[in-house]
């Protein structure tokens, strides 16, 4: 296994950076030539109001933004030499975070242009960044043991959870029942607005009816 690059993270999937930036380029490569160059899908484009498609566009992209800078923060934003399980902010919501937000900016450009041959790429990469997040929820397990599968049991790997408590009052009761709180990295102050943030995304979500 790959070792971590940050405290925060356990062992990546081998050769995650190189992956990343190829499926980028594959995606953008297949949804340029069809939106753009061979025009496969504009038949469909008509099917789909434009106020629609750039709802659609706008909002994922957006998400994609907003849970991919929050969840970077969680992970990249405070030096740290101790190697803690953050389920604070998005990763009380959603254990992928990061992956989720790929998957949800690529989605937005398809909606965009109504290219229904990105769609291909979007569901094998899909597929992919399931078997890299189990990959690496293999080396959380064996390193926090039951307090992760606790969390894998709370928290959905992929979908947005509804908003039930705020941080500090779940990381309180987690703590009097001496449970996976323990291991929960909070910032100086908690985590500013996680809960609007996630209200906001679950708002935009119910919208595209994704989730």
């Known amino acids: 296994m790959k070792e971590p690059k940050h405290p925060r993270m356990g062992k990546e999937f081998p050769y995650t950076d190189q992956i990343l930036l190829l499926s980028a380029v594959l995606f953008f490569a297949v949804w340029i030539s069809d939106s753009f160059v061979f025009r496969?899908?504009?038949?469909?484009?008509?099917?789909?109001?434009?106020?629609i498609r750039i709802a659609f566009f706008v909002g994922l992209e957006i998400s994609a933004i907003v849970l991919g800078f929050y969840s970077h923060e969680a992970?990249?934003?405070?030096?740290?030499?101790?190697?803690?399980?953050?389920?604070?902010?998005?990763?009380a919501h959603v254990r992928h975070p990061l992956y989720l937000s790929i998957l949800l900016a690529y989605l937005g450009f398809f909606f965009g242009s109504m290219s229904l041959i990105s769609l291909i790429p979007w569901i094998c990469y899909a597929v992919l960044f399931d078997k890299m997040a189990s990959y690496e929820e293999?080396?959380?397990?064996?390193?926090?043991?039951?307090?992760?599968?606790?969390?894998?049991?709370?928290?959905?790997?992929w979908f947005l959870t509804p908003l039930r408590k705020s941080s500090?009052?779940?990381?309180?009761?987690?703590?009097?029942?001496?449970?996976?709180?323990?291991?929960?990295?909070?910032?100086?102050?908690?985590?500013?607005g996680d809960?609007?943030?996630?209200?906001w995304f679950k708002h935009v979500l119910d919208t595209t009816m994704l989730f």
């Open 168 to 192: 500090r009052e779940q990381m309180s009761e987690d703590v009097e029942g001496d449970g996976v709180g323990h291991y929960l990295l909070l910032k100086k102050g908690g985590f500013a």
């Open 75 to 91: 992970l990249f934003g405070k030096k740290s030499v101790k190697f803690t399980l953050i389920t604070d902010g998005v990763f």
């Open 195 to 199: 809960i609007s943030i996630c209200r």
């Open 138 to 157: 293999e080396d959380l397990v064996r390193i926090f043991g039951d307090k992760y599968v606790e969390y894998s049991k709370r928290v959905p790997k």
């Open 40 to 51: 496969l899908s504009d038949r469909f484009v008509g099917f789909v109001p434009d106020v």
